[in-house]
Nanobody
Framework: VQLVESGGGSMQAGGSLRLSCAAS????????MGWFRQAPGKEREGVAR???????SYADSVKGRFTISRDNAKNILYLQMNNLKPEDTAMYYC??????????????????WGQGTQVSVSS
């Protein structure tokens, strides 16, 4: 399993970024995929998840601002981030869970992880 994130960068508050995660080495369309983030000194937290059938779930802190999507033909996971806030600053990771369906709750207990891409938002 290989997951490679891209698209991070520095942005002023209110701006937008789109993160991508290229997946390979597994049947991507059959896995629940997720985006997570970790800020310095804080625990890793779930941001959004998408199941194999397209069902999605978001952390309350990003609802209405972030959108997770997947392109099963290209094996790419996306995270569109709008109206960015300084508190969104973190390393963002994509992850794969070895299940078509996502778990009932947002956990960080995913099987496979990418290396991360940094997002920095200034006020």
């Amino acid at each position: 399993v290989q997951l490679v994130e891209s698209g991070g960068g520095s942005m002023q508050a209110g701006g937008s970024l789109r993160l991508s995660c290229a997946a390979s080495g597994f049947t991507y369309s059959s896995y629940c995929m997720g985006w997570f983030r970790q800020a310095p000194g804080k625990e890793r937290e779930g941001v959004a998840r998408i199941a194999g059938d397209g069902w999605t779930s978001y952390a309350d802190s990003v609802k209405g601002r972030f959108t997770i999507s997947r392109d099963n033909a290209k094996n790419i996971l996306y995270l569109q981030m709008n109206n960015l806030k300084p508190e969104d600053t973190a390393m963002y990771y994509c992850a794969a869970d070895r299940s078509f369906w996502c778990r009932a709750t947002m956990t960080v207990d995913f099987a496979d992880w990418g290396q991360g891409t940094q997002v920095s938002v200034s006020s």
